[in-house]
C-alpha cells in the first residue's frame, strides 16, 4: 500500500479522524453554516442589544475558536503518534503548522493595521480644557483633546481607557450633551466592547470565512446597547441631540468606539426617542445562546476528548 493511502487508512479507520488535518477543515466549516444559519435571526434582535451584541461576538469567533482547538489538538496529537512515520503525515501536520502561523501572522498585521490611526491620535493628544475634563471627570473616564478634522469623539484603550475628543466636536455640543456623550463611550468600557471586538476580530481573521455580516450585527448592536446604559445617567435627549450634532462617517477600527457613526443614528435616534420601548423575548434568548453552546460543544468537545483518550493514528496502525 503507498504511503498516502497507509496513512489515510489509519487514520480514518480511527477515532484519529477527529484529531486530523481533516478535522481541522471540516469542524470551523460545519461551525460556519450553522452560525451562518442563525444569522438572520440574530439580525432580528433589534429590540435586545444587550444580549444581541454579546451572540453575533460569539457566532462570529465561533469557527475561529474552534480552529484554534482543533489545530492545537492535532499537532498536540501528531508529536505522540506514530502519523509522523510517514512522508504523508509529516507533510500534512506541517501544513498544519504553517497554515497556524499563517493565520496568526495575518491576524495581527490587520489588528496592528487597525489601531494604527487611532494610536496616531492618542500620542498627538493633548489635556483637555477645563470644561471637558470636568465631564470625564463627571463620567468617570480619562479624557484627551485631539486635532482632527470634523467631529470627532471615540473611545481607545483597552485596559486604560481614554476619550478623545476633536475642538470642533466640544463646540457642537452643550454641557449637557457632551456630558451624555462621554458616558456613552464609558457605558463602551464598562461593557468590554473594545476587548470583545479586538477578540473577535482578530479570532475571525484567522480563517477564511466570510462572517463579516455577524461582525456587523455586533458593531450595531454595541452601539445601542451603551445607548441604553448611558441613558441610565444621563437625559436621552441630550443624548439624541449630542449624536445629531456629532454625526460622523463610520470607523473600522476594532480598536476604538466612535460615538456617532452615521451608519446607525437614525435608528439609535428612534430609540432614545421612542415612548415605550419593546420587551425582549427571553424565550429567543435562551434558544439562540443554546444554540451557539450546542455548536461550540459539538464542534470542540469529540476533538478533544480524542485528545484525552490517546486516540491518535498509532491506534489504527497495523500490527
Not at 484627551?144 to 463646540?171: H, N, T, W
Request: hydrophobic share 60%; proline share 5%; net charge positive.
Amino acid at each position: 500500500m503507498s504511503d498516502l493511502g497507509a496513512f489515510l487508512a489509519a487514520c480514518v479507520s480511527s477515532p484519529a479522524l477527529l484529531t486530523s488535518a481533516c478535522a481541522l477543515i471540516v469542524v470551523p466549516t460545519l461551525a460556519w453554516l450553522a452560525v451562518r444559519a442563525l444569522a438572520p435571526y440574530l439580525s432580528r434582535m433589534v429590540d435586545d442589544s444587550g444580549w444581541q451584541a454579546p451572540l453575533a461576538a460569539t457566532a462570529a469567533a465561533m469557527p475561529g475558536m474552534l480552529f484554534l482547538i482543533v489545530g492545537a489538538a492535532t499537532l498536540r496529537a501528531g508529536w505522540d503518534s506514530t502519523c509522523l512515520q510517514f512522508v504523508t503525515g509529516k507533510v500534512l501536520y506541517g501544513a498544519i503548522a504553517t497554515l497556524t502561523t499563517f493565520g496568526f501572522a495575518h491576524a495581527i498585521v490587520l489588528a496592528a493595521w487597525r489601531g494604527r490611526d487611532v494610536m496616531r491620535l492618542v500620542r498627538q493628544s493633548s489635556a483637555p480644557s477645563a470644561r471637558v475634563r470636568a465631564a470625564g471627570e463627571a463620567a468617570g473616564v480619562r479624557i484627551r483633546e485631539v486635532v482632527a478634522d470634523g467631529p470627532v469623539m471615540l473611545l481607545a484603550g483597552f485596559l486604560r481607557p481614554i476619550v478623545l475628543v476633536s475642538a470642533d466636536a466640544v463646540l457642537r455640543v452643550n454641557d449637557a450633551e457632551l456630558l451624555a456623550a462621554i458616558r456613552h463611550e464609558a457605558a463602551h468600557f464598562q461593557r468590554g466592547d473594545l476587548i470583545c471586538a479586538a477578540v473577535v476580530t482578530f479570532v475571525a481573521d484567522l480563517v477564511p470565512l466570510p462572517v463579516a455580516n455577524l461582525i456587523a450585527v455586533y458593531w450595531r448592536a454595541r452601539e445601542f446597547a451603551a445607548d441604553a446604559r448611558a441613558a441610565r445617567s444621563a437625559d436621552p435627549c441630550d443624548l439624541a441631540s449630542a449624536l445629531l450634532a456629532l454625526a460622523r462617517p463610520a470607523s473600522a477600527a476594532a480598536s476604538v468606539a466612535a460615538f456617532a457613526d452615521v451608519g446607525t443614528v437614525r435608528d439609535r435616534l428612534g430609540v432614545l426617542l421612542a415612548a415605550n420601548s419593546p420587551r425582549p423575548s427571553r424565550a429567543r434568548r435562551a434558544l439562540l445562546t443554546a444554540t451557539l453552546a450546542v455548536t461550540f460543544v459539538l464542534g470542540a468537545v469529540p476533538v478533544l476528548v480524542a485528545v484525552a483518550l490517546g486516540f491518535t493514528c498509532s491506534m489504527a496502525m497495523p500490527a
